[in-house]
């Protein structure tokens, strides 16, 4: 009788054991609440001065965190060619989402920018040695998206230009989400700590953001009121200083197309936080489109 050993995953095959699959569960969580939080924080402050203000104090909490655990975040090396790239990739994803949330609808949105997850499983085939999906787990990522499109609704053809557009930004957002993670898989940022990746991506989006923000004309007329503070600091520190970070230590440790196939749980969530906070329906269309994401997201992850 003989034993048999199987060489240990890298960080790239690595499926997510349990621990790393009840996290990126509640990163989504945490994700679809901020859904609820940026609208709420809309009347007083404008999307793109959001995102930029966000960043920044993120990145003054990053440092701070940083510099207490003595992690070096200094970007004079190899790895900066890379960062700049993350972050103008990481500032358009934001530009073009927020931007083509004007145009179009939101369940139209939703559909288009979850072309994500199909940008990082094919783009990881080529990218990411070893990372490859089988039949079924390409079963799964689609059941996944019907779910998501049962959720919230095919989008039918439009005819007016400006919906079109905002859906050409939403779709472009979406490509630029997964490119975003690929870069951090698949280049010398793999091989850093995930605050310095985190740090380069805040740092290189916020004079991008910055800039379009004044472009278009986005002002702060009066002071935020309470609600909007309240929210933007749940997205400044919550959603952009601790869960981004958790998402890149994720990215770095585990498959990125398998953590990817998650991220369809974020908009479910969403609706759920419409629910709990804003008093929005849920349908039993919603509950089977649940189960459709759930469903597939369990063929994603099964073992061989």
Known sequence: MTATTQAPHNSATRPLDLGAAALIIFLCLCWGFNQVAVKLALPDIPPLVQATLRNVGAVLIIWGYARARGISLDMRDATLGAGIVAGILFATEF???????????????????????????IGSHFMVPGDRFRWS????????????????????????????????????????????????????LARITPEKTLQY????????????????????????????????????????????????????????????????????????????????????????????????????NMPK
Do not use: C
């Open 201 to 300: 991506q805040l740092v290189f989006s916020i004079p991008l953001m910055g800039l379009m923000s004044w472009l278009l004309g986005e002002r702060i007329t009066n002071f935020p009121g309470s609600v909007a503070l309240w929210s933007f600091a749940y997205q400044t520190i919550w959603v952009v200083a601790i869960t981004f970070l958790l998402w890149f230590m994720l990215v770095l440790r585990y498959s990125a197309s398998r953590l990817s196939a998650f991220t369809f749980l974020t908009p479910l969530f969403g609706v759920f936080a419409g629910y709990v906070i804003m008093g929005d329906p849920i349908t039993p269309g919603f509950v089977a489109a649940a189960a459709l994401v759930i469903g597939g997201l369990i063929l994603v």
């Open 137 to 188: 787990q390409w079963l799964g990522l689609l059941m996944s998206f019907v779910g998501i499109a049962l959720a919230f609704g095919v989008p039918v053809p439009s005819a007016d230009p400006h919906q079109l557009f905002g859906d050409a930004l939403m779709l472009l957002g979406g490509i630029a989400w997964g490119f975003t993670t690929l870069v951090v898989k698949a280049t010398s």
């Open 95 to 121: 530009i073009f989402i927020y931007r083509g949330l004007l145009y179009t609808t939101v369940s139209r949105a939703t559909l288009f920018i979850y072309i994500a997850p199909f940008v990082v499983v």
